[in-house]
């Protein structure tokens, strides 16, 4: 119970000392959460996708152009596109220049009495060159329409063909009213990613996780440098107790760190990080997956510069390797397979597992951290005795 205590004193001695380092606000607190902001504000478009706009312009204003209104309404019910109406040809192509659509459909006069005429007839796309993806949305629902006005003239000049003696414009309206055969049906499954705002809030939390823990078992070195190491040792404490003093000071850098950055993000732009038990469990264990990593390095190191530079080439490189960047996980492959040894990566995988199937999907990841953990912590404990020199 005595080297518990001793432990708990030397971390809340240091956690009062760190409290004071601007170091530990900057790494755990100002530089994740300022990046989170700015990558939300260059990224707002993605993460709220906003409707594509349209024009349109009904120079026939015949039946053909009441079901081609018809279909866009049913995207507009759906929240994809906005349509405008356009006086004239002109005045569309004017607001396709000026960016105020993604693109314009021009139906011309005379569009329906030609198409029940059998004579050739055309739906125009007029796209915004710095719209592509807008363009070639509206050019998909255009062609989508003309395939079913073709499906319907095909009916019907077969059924005149084969001597039905019903007005061809009846039998268009029949054929038309016909559900589709072959309906797709959308069974969505559970969504296992997260969207882009919550995406980069995590991945920028536990990306400086990593430096962030690094104040606690980094300043053994710095007692040993200072002289105070020898003193502690003098002290009747077990040695042990000042390597666990540490790491818990560790831990809680990294635990209040990532319980505001959680906080914070969910509050300024609504991230979604799920079930509080579920994060909780992560976040925990990503904790202590990044202190026992942290501690190995500064295990080996021979000062604290060593240590610090050491493990900021750690945490790049299984920053890079986990995910927190780009999505590494969706290039699939042998990376995605080798991003596997990255704590980043079973903690982001545990959010979107969270997100998909609740707290029961956190537990592979979690375990995966604990695994991580448990080796750091054991080599570390392996190498104390170099670490410290007693």
């Not at 349109?56 to 929240?79: E, S």
């Not at 004017?94 to 314009?104: C, Q």
């Not at 040894?341 to 199937?357: E, I, K, Q, T, V």
């Amino acid at each position: 119970m005595s080297a518990m205590r001793h432990a708990l004193l030397i971390a809340a001695k240091d956690l009062r000392e760190r409290s004071r380092d601007r170091s530990v606000l900057l790494y755990a607190l100002l530089l994740p959460l300022g990046l989170t902001l700015l990558l939300n504000l260059v990224l707002g478009g993605v993460t709220d996708p906003r409707p594509f706009r349209y024009a349109v312009v009904d120079d026939d204003r015949g039946p053909v152009a009441a079901a081609f209104a018809d279909a866009l309404r049913g995207a507009q019910d759906g929240g994809a596109v906005e349509v405008r109406p356009a006086g004239s040809a002109d005045e569309a192509r004017r607001l396709v220049d000026a960016g105020d659509v993604a693109a314009a459909f021009l139906l011309p006069a005379g569009l329906s009495p030609d198409l029940a005429a059998g004579r050739a007839a055309a739906v125009e796309v007029v796209g915004d060159v710095d719209a592509p993806l807008g363009t070639r949305v509206a050019a998909s629902i255009a062609r989508s329409f003309t395939d079913r006005l073709t499906s319907v003239r095909v009916a019907v000049e077969a059924a005149r063909r084969g001597g039905s003696s019903v007005d061809p414009a009846e039998l268009a309206r029949l054929v038309a009213a016909e559900p589709d055969p072959l309906p797709v049906v959308e069974d969505p499954a559970p969504r296992r990613e997260l969207d882009p705002t919550t995406y980069y809030a995590a991945g920028m939390a536990v990306f400086f996780l990593f430096f962030s823990v690094q104040f606690g078992v980094t300043s053994l070195l710095d007692e040993r440098r200072d002289g105070t190491l020898a003193r502690l040792l003098a002290a009747p404490l077990r040695p042990s107790s000042i390597l666990v003093g540490k790491l818990l000071t560790s831990c809680a850098i990294g635990l209040v760190s990532m319980g505001v950055l959680v906080v914070a993000t969910s509050l300024a732009i609504g991230a979604h990080w799920g079930p509080p038990v579920g994060v909780a469990l992560l976040v925990v264990s990503g904790v202590l997956a990044a202190t026992g990593l942290v501690a190995v390095v500064a295990s080996v190191a021979r000062t604290a510069e060593q240590a610090s530079g050491w493990q900021a080439v750690l945490a790049v490189a299984l920053g890079a390797l986990g995910g927190t960047f780009i999505p590494i996980a969706q290039v699939g492959g042998p990376l995605a397979a080798v991003s596997l040894a990255s704590p980043h990566r079973w903690f982001l995988a545990g959010l979107a597992d969270l997100a998909a199937d609740g707290v029961a999907g956190v537990w592979p990841s979690v375990t995966a951290l604990l695994v991580f953990a448990l080796a750091g912590f054991g080599v570390a404990g392996a190498l104390t005795r170099r670490a410290v020199r007693w």
